[in-house]
């Protein structure tokens, strides 16, 4: 009887489905189709009819390529392999063509891989969430002791007390169950976040009041004004995590005293915390109520068991009533509450993406056109010491997968003049990847580029090039943990953006793109996960670095340079979209930068040019 509740605890604590088969959402659903075969493609559409209609290009979708395709919920797919032109058979021991199937969930983003042997993993949102090997963000699950400890005490309880018991022995593990589900869900407990918060006082209290800051010396600084905060207005405050206040009760202008039975004015204390959406109420007699996003969970969860466990606990009443089925009908109680709470907070979340990117590109050209944009004000001051010269680093960006930094007086002048001399008379077009596994020539990026080897044999004399790199490796260690060598990267490229004029109607300029793989997936082996870009020459008009779906503008200043990271050194897992940037057009001057772009799992035995555009090596290339 208690393995049902076995399964479905351990199930729902360490890898939980939250699926609504109820939820009311659009048909219509983009996904995106990942060939890890080693080999090409196609791709079918399974008609109704059973009819195999082709979805992918006559050439298939070669082996490292994603193919992008607009479905509805339900629909089926068949993936197949395509034989070799030359020995027109399939890479199987037997020559035959194998093939995989999929089906379109109700779920968002929706990615199917397609790996070796045509096995099929299809991830989604709801999946991501539930299984161990994909991490995301919001929140982490408690260790696995706390976790086996929890179930054991939950099992103790079904097995030593009757069902009559249930009420009282079963409720705090439940509702620790469900706290631990819809909490973390809701918090970025690991991201790096600024110490201020902007809280809001609601003057509940009947009376009017003032409010204090309690200085780090105990005084009370007064904070509210000469007539302190009416009855059932709101007082708007920015202040910082750890800051402590008073609010403190207003004597009537008539009597001088206070509204309690002596007279005496009341105090109520609330210090700011950690969490987003601060909300005080300072309520009748002077109780302050401090609300915050975390606690608006707990609220929920608590709700939510109250619903469940009154249910359960009626029907564990019943003369005939089967404690292992009581459980399993809460089980499913708190599973269908708690996957509709995800659902919700996951659409939301894909909901403000997809405004904020569209906001983004809309403000693209704004944000380049306006001239007097300053670089975006800094999260944080840092100090980087190396080899005893101190840089300033302001953080303008940094979450788990992706971090924009700006370094001051990175580059010398010296440095940059050795580039130069070595980029001139092997300048050519600055080429974009083809999708194909190859490059070409694009009208989304227009400059000219020289690839400059870095003489790293002659670090030690102090060549300025070497010294240079060396400085890039090591800032890019320092701030990621990623331990990259020099070994098998790609070589430093001198790029040079060239004005023409108000008048130009393709002016040189990059637009919106990304230096690595930007859709939130696993690392491909030997691909890039960090940029170095760094300023010689600055244009009198033009040329700032825009990172548009993180809010970032950077204007060029000689001597310095933009760090950004793309890969979160933990998981592997690489950014989705916020450090997708652009270069703005020059108008007037030169832009001159030097940009080094990095990889992560190349050597010297197999150096970056040992993979195509695609991320695939050319060794394993079908023909």
Not at 98 to 123: A, L
Not at 173 to 197: D, G, N, Q
Not at 507 to 520: E, L, N, W
């Amino acid at each position: 009887n208690l393995l049902p509740s076995i399964v479905w605890l351990s199930s729902l604590l360490l890898s939980p489905s939250f699926r609504s088969s109820t939820a009311s959402r659009t048909e219509e659903r983009t996904i995106l189709i990942h060939n890890e075969s080693g080999h090409r493609i196609h791709t079918f559409w399974i008609s109704d009819s059973n009819e195999l209609l082709q979805q992918s290009g006559d050439q298939g979708t070669q082996n490292g390529a994603t193919f992008s395709l607009n479905s509805f919920v339900g629909h089926s797919f068949e993936v197949r392999e395509i034989a070799s032109s030359r020995t027109k058979e399939c890479r199987g021991g037997d020559g035959v063509c194998r093939t995989g199937y999929f089906t379109v969930n109700k779920n968002d983003d929706q990615n199917i891989f397609i790996r070796k042997g045509m096995v099929v993993e299809h991830v989604d949102n709801l999946s991501n969430q539930s299984s161990g090997h994909k991490k995301k963000t919001h929140g982490k699950f408690s260790d696995s002791s706390r976790i086996k400890n929890k179930i054991a005490s939950l099992l103790t309880i079904v097995t030593n007390h009757t069902p009559a018991a249930m009420k009282s022995n079963l409720l705090p593990s439940i509702v620790w169950l469900s706290s631990l589900l819809l909490i973390p869900s809701f918090r970025l407990s690991t991201a790096s976040v600024p110490e201020e918060r902007f809280i809001h006082i609601n003057n509940d209290s009947g009376h009017r009041i003032h409010i204090f800051w309690i200085s780090t010396s105990n005084e009370a600084v007064p904070i509210s004004n000469g007539q302190g905060i009416q009855n059932g207005a709101t007082f708007p405050l920015n202040s910082f995590v750890g800051h402590s206040f008073e609010a403190r009760e207003i004597a009537s202008p008539h009597t001088k005293e206070c509204h309690s039975d002596d007279g005496v004015c009341r105090s109520g204390y609330f210090t700011v915390n950690q969490n987003d959406d601060q909300n005080i109420f300072i309520r009748k007699g002077m109780v302050v109520d401090h609300v915050d996003n975390l606690s608006r969970a707990a609220q929920s969860a608590t709700e939510l068991m109250t619903l469940c466990e009154s249910q359960a606990v009626e029907k564990a009443r019943y003369p005939n009533a089967n404690a292992s089925q009581v459980i399993v009908d809460l089980k499913e109680c708190v599973e269908m509450s708690v996957s509709k709470n995800i659902r919700k907070a996951t659409e939301d979340i894909a909901f403000q993406a997809n405004v904020r990117e569209g906001m983004s590109a809309l403000l693209e050209n704004y944000t380049c056109a306006d001239e007097t944009l300053p670089t975006s004000e800094f999260l944080e001051t840092r100090q980087w010491d190396w080899k005893g010269e101190i840089r300033e680093v302001g953080v303008l960006h940094e979450r788990d997968a992706s971090i924009i930094h700006l370094v001051k007086n990175f580059v010398s002048e010296e440095e940059c003049n050795a580039m130069q001399l070595t980029a001139e008379g092997r300048l050519h077009h600055a080429t974009t990847a083809d999708g194909e596994g190859g490059s070409k020539l694009s009208d989304s990026r227009k400059a000219m580029q020289a690839g400059i080897k870095v003489p790293w044999e002659k670090e030690a004399e102090g060549d300025p090039i070497a010294t240079m790199s060396r400085r890039v490796y090591d800032y890019t260690n320092y701030a990621t943990g990623f331990g990259l060598s020099e070994h098998g990267q790609e070589e430093l490229m001198s790029i040079q953006y060239f004005g023409r004029g108000e008048d130009e109607e393709a002016p040189d300029r990059y637009t919106p793109h990304c230096d690595g793989d930007c859709k939130g997936l696993p690392h491909k082996e030997g691909q890039r996960v960090a940029t170095m870009v760094m300023y010689c020459t600055v244009p009198e008009k033009g040329g700032a670095t825009n990172f548009m779906n993180s809010g970032v503008h950077v204007v060029p200043e000689k001597g310095n340079a933009i760090f950004f990271s793309y890969m979160n050194p933990k998981t592997h897992i690489m950014d989705k979209g916020f450090t997708q940037h652009s270069g703005c057009p020059v108008i007037h001057g030169i832009k001159r930068i030097v940009t080094q772009w990095m990889r992560y799992g190349v050597t010297r035995e197999v150096p970056w040019n040992a993979y195509n555009t695609l991320g695939i090596k050319y060794s394993e290339q079908e023909d």
